[in-house]
Nanobody, 119 residues
Framework: QVRLVESGGGLVQPGGSLRLSCAAS????????MGWHRQAPGKQRELVAT???????DYANSVKGRFTISRDNAKNTVYLQMDSLKPEDTAVYYC?????????????WGQGTQVTVAS
């Protein structure tokens, strides 16, 4: 089994910054890709950003130029630096990882961390 633990959420004013972290632990041979999704009240969960094990990144159009995803492969940890935050970024942010086990693979999700952007 694999456990993903997120941290770094909270309340921030518009224009402010937050940094989310997500650490994976458990039965891991390698992690092919990690990413962040978010879900606002009354809306579907949406992709925010992803990063592969070789550092290729992809972002939702709504966060390009404001958010930066990065990862530390040695620590099985992914980060999301969020700058110039807007009220519409308010959501629960979920980390996910595509994990390669010694036998097989699987997709895993964290429990979510709340990000609230308000003045």
């Amino acid at each position: 089994q694999v456990r993903l633990v997120e941290s770094g959420g909270g309340l921030v004013q518009p224009g402010g910054s937050l940094r989310l972290s997500c650490a994976a632990s458990g039965s891991i041979f390698s992690i092919k890709a990690m990413g962040w999704h978010r879900q606002a009240p009354g809306k579907q969960r949406e992709l925010v950003a992803t990063i592969t094990n070789v550092g290729s990144t992809d972002y939702a159009n709504s966060v390009k130029g404001r958010f930066t995803i990065s990862r530390d492969n040695a620590k099985n940890t992914v980060y999301l630096q969020m700058d110039s935050l807007k009220p519409e970024d308010t959501a629960v942010y979920y980390c996910n990882a595509r994990v390669i086990h010694y036998s097989g693979s699987g997709d895993y999700w964290g429990q979510g961390t709340q990000v609230t952007v308000a003045s």
